[in-house]
């Protein structure tokens, strides 16, 4: 068998060995096929196979494979959605606002605007602390000024980023965003389009569904957006403008405490009939974006979904040890009851972050030798 081989990628060729990923060989030849975890979770490299000799090692889905690990066989043509090059911004926070019990609204202020399409996701590092995967997305009246990301955070109790949202993360905080990625952007088409999220995953699809109804207003669209109970429903007055702007259904769920205009259960149960020509986007928790994937795939429609999986990366030594000197003698705040209530995140009474760290209290300071031996547990820990 011939150890040689063309791979076409949207009409360019280059040489390649059998048994490279479509990923390293397509980078053999100075194209850089869009990717980001190369592990096969992020969805970013999905490409179409046109025609060839593709080995998809699992990962396809219709005629479309993951670029980073599906491996050459033989010649093979492929193709994908040209995207905004993945950069890297810097900024910082430039406001917070609670949403419900525990999601947040972070308004990003980048120096220099990033380019993304509606749907995708950036990596956040806010300074001190290990990156973490957001999907940009607009305020619930559309809005987002061109040098804004706007993003939804699900404050996660034991969440090394998001617990500290109010907390040592506040308006002014640094911020590197490096993007964008996913493969679950808007696509322009005339069929019918089904937008499904649970939880914070209505940013991206929130972004889609204003991007569908502005690339077309007549297209037929079903919206269904769940969480876990009423309060989680952050996303209403967004789902009532949808309405008004003529999508074809929009369904409210809660898993507890449905009722009148919200449906009781999960976003599965109110899935229409899909149909080959349907295009369905779906957002949020694994779970869910799995049992809508296995619908759609299953009635042979086409579906667009980056799961929101929690991320590997934990506090890194140096991190550590940067907020150790950074903020001596800081409490930690107990990790029972009330630690999502307004107020112990930081949040006033009507759920609004303050503007800045109240300056009447200010941080006492740790001896040097308590945060010395800090430092020392820390390194014994690595
Ligand atoms: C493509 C993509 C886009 C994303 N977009 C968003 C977004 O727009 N808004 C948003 O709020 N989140 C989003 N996420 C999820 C977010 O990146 C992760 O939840 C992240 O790990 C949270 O970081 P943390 O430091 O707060 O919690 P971590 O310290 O990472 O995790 C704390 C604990 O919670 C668990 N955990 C982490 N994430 C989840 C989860 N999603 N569900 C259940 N348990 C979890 C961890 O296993 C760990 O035990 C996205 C993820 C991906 C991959
Ligand atoms: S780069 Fe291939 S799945 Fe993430």
Redesign the pocket.
């Given at each position: 068998m011939a150890s040689k081989c063309n791979l076409t990628v949207n009409g360019r060729t280059v040489r390649a060995s059998v048994g490279e990923t479509l990923v390293d060989a397509a980078m053999g030849g100075w194209i850089a096929v869009p990717h980001d975890c190369c592990s096969g979770?992020?969805?970013t490299c999905r490409v179409r196979v046109v025609s060839g000799a593709v080995d998809d090692q699992g990962t396809g889905e219709g005629d479309t494979v993951l670029a980073c690990q599906a491996t050459l066989e033989g010649d093979a043509v492929i193709t994908y959605d040209e995207v905004p090059e993945a950069t890297k911004r810097s900024g910082q926070v430039a406001a917070m606002r609670a949403l419900s019990h525990d999601?947040v609204e972070v308004v990003v202020e980048l120096r220099s605007p990033l380019d993304y399409l509606p749907g995708q996701?950036v990596s956040v590092t806010f300074a001190g602390?290990?990156p973490?995967?957001?999907?940009?997305?607009l305020r619930w009246d559309g809005t987002r000024a061109a040098h804004e990301l706007v993003?939804?955070?699900?404050?996660?109790?034991?969440?090394?980023?998001?617990?500290?949202l109010g907390r040592s993360i506040m308006p002014g905080h640094r911020v590197d965003v490096r993007g964008p990625?996913?493969h679950?952007f808007f696509r322009r088409g005339d069929g019918l389009m089904v937008l499904v999220a649970g939880?914070?995953?209505w940013?991206?699809i929130w972004a889609v569904a204003r991007e569908a109804v502005r690339a077309r207003p007549r297209r037929d669209i079903i919206v269904i957006a769940g969480a876990r109970d009423l309060d989680g429903l952050y996303m209403r007055h967004s789902l009532d403008w949808l309405r008004d702007h003529g999508a074809r259904e929009v369904i409210a769920t809660a898993q507890q405490g449905g009722g009148g205009l919200v449906r009781s259960g999960r976003p599965t149960n109110y899935l229409p009939l899909l149909g080959p020509s349907d295009m369905v986007y779906v957002?949020?928790?694994?779970g869910l974006v799995d049992a809508v994937k296995l619908k759609a795939l299953s009635a042979g429609a086409f579906c667009f979904a980056?799961?929101?999986?929690?991320?590997?990366?934990?506090m890194s030594f140096m991190n550590r040890m940067a907020r150790l000197l950074r903020t001596p003698g800081r409490t930690p705040v107990p990790q029972d009851a009330g630690l999502f209530a307004p107020q112990m995140a930081g949040m006033d009474d009507a759920g609004r972050l303050p503007a800045a760290r109240p300056a009447s209290r200010p941080a006492a300071r740790r001896p040097l030798q308590e945060t010395l031996f800090a430092a020392r547990r820390l390194m014994r820990r690595e």
């Open positions: 979770q992020c969805e999601v996701y602390f290990p973490r995967d957001y999907s940009p997305t993003f939804h955070i699900r404050m996660l109790p034991d969440g090394i980023v998001s617990s500290e990625f996913g679950a939880g914070t995953g940013a991206p957002a949020g928790a694994p980056d799961p929101f999986l929690p991320s590997q990366q934990r």
